[in-house]
């Protein structure tokens, strides 16, 4: 039961242009989104949060979206950097971070130069 | 400040054989985690430490996986004996309570490439 979902396995956009990744959710108890960056051969890396309180949130260039009703995220990259080429995970926790994080199965994000 | 550290990067054996994998999380972090990502997925939760209490192992298939965090630093992670199924990517995580933070940011090691032959 794969309970958050990244249904894109890989994403191409041109340097410059907005990057969407997009996460669903099943699971009604998670209340705390996370996105992690993941370069070949490195572990993932933090990247940006939101809570369920909040419905965006920003930091520089990315800005992720939550919409509760829909159990839908997107993390949003604009504008997009050749070094923005990665792995990007969606995670998931319950109890405000206090619970595991479940991740997706990832989105394979290529800027085009 | 060191990240989190893990040996070794790579390991090759053959189905039934032992493996153990290493782990120093960055200092000062009393929260340690195991996870396996397997080829195509996202990483998943094997086992928590808090300092050297595994707090949850619900996912430790304890039949042939066993960890151990000695001290409440430095953990390590065995498989006896290994199968196909379990070639895998292997993180190691640590984490901190953060002042003013909801969250404890997790902190990922490099991971080690297991392959079972």
């Known amino acids: 039961d794969q309970q958050v979902k990244q249904n894109s396995p890989s994403l191409s956009v041109q340097e410059g242009r907005i990057s969407i990744l997009n996460c669903d959710y099943t699971?009604?108890?998670?209340?705390?989104f996370l996105w992690y960056k993941k370069y070949p051969a490195e572990g993932p890396t933090f990247l940006i949060s939101?809570?369920?309180?909040?419905d965006k949130n920003e930091d520089g260039r990315f800005t992720v979206f939550l919409n509760k009703s829909a159990k839908h995220l997107s993390l949003h990259i604009v504008p997009s950097q050749p070094g923005d080429s990665a792995v990007y995970f969606c995670?998931?926790?319950?109890?405000?971070?206090?619970?595991?994080?479940?991740f997706g199965t990832g989105t394979r994000l290529t800027i085009i130069p | 400040e060191a990240g989190v550290v893990q040996s070794p990067r790579y390991k090759i054996i053959e189905k039934k054989q032992p493996v153990a994998f290493w782990c120093n999380p960055i200092s000062g972090h009393n929260t340690l985690y195991w996870y396996r990502q397997n080829l195509g997925q996202g990483p998943e939760l094997l086992i928590r430490y808090e300092n050297e209490e595994a707090v949850d192992d619900s996912q430790l298939p304890k039949d042939r996986f066993s960890a151990e965090r000695l001290k409440g630093v430095d953990s390590t992670l065995k498989i006896q004996p290994a199968e196909l199924g379990d070639s895998a990517v292997y993180l190691c995580?640590?984490?901190?309570?953060?002042?003013?933070?909801?969250?404890?940011?997790?902190?990922f090691g490099p991971g080690t490439r297991l392959t079972v032959l």
């Open positions: 939101i809570s369920s309180i909040k």
């Open positions: 699971n009604s108890m998670f209340d705390y």
């Open positions: 995670a998931a926790t319950a109890n405000f971070g206090n619970e595991k994080l479940t």
């Open positions: 995580a640590s984490s901190s309570p953060s002042k003013g933070s909801m969250l404890n940011e997790q902190f």
